[in-house]
């Protein structure tokens, strides 16, 4: 069984998720190396194709569900203000 590992959500205050810890760890040290530090940021989309290189190929083999996982830990870093939405859409990010 895998360690798990409790993230917050954004979108939904106070409530938070188990998930696989190693899959989490590998897609937010990845977003945290990738993503802008000014704004406005970069897309979810954009994020998503730079991280994916960097995703171990055991976790994510061809990078297989690296938008959910990037998704998971979007609204945690949102949640715990390491990330920031620009104000307008679309949607962008950088780091706080």
């Not at 569900?65 to 949102?78: I, M, N, P, Y």
Request: charged residues 30%; proline residues 9%.
């Amino acid at each position: 069984m895998s360690e798990k590992i409790e993230v917050e959500n954004f979108t939904s205050p106070g409530r938070t998720t188990r998930v696989d810890k190693a899959k989490y760890m590998a897609v937010r040290d990845a977003v945290l190396e990738h993503i802008p530090t000014t704004e406005p940021g970069a897309t979810p989309s954009e994020i998503i194709a730079s991280i994916k290189p960097d995703l171990p190929q055991d976790l994510f083999p061809g990078g297989d569900k690296a938008g959910r996982w990037f998704k998971c830990v979007q609204l945690d870093l949102e949640a715990k203000g390491v990330l920031k939405r620009a104000p307008k859409a679309p949607v962008r990010l950088h780091k706080v």
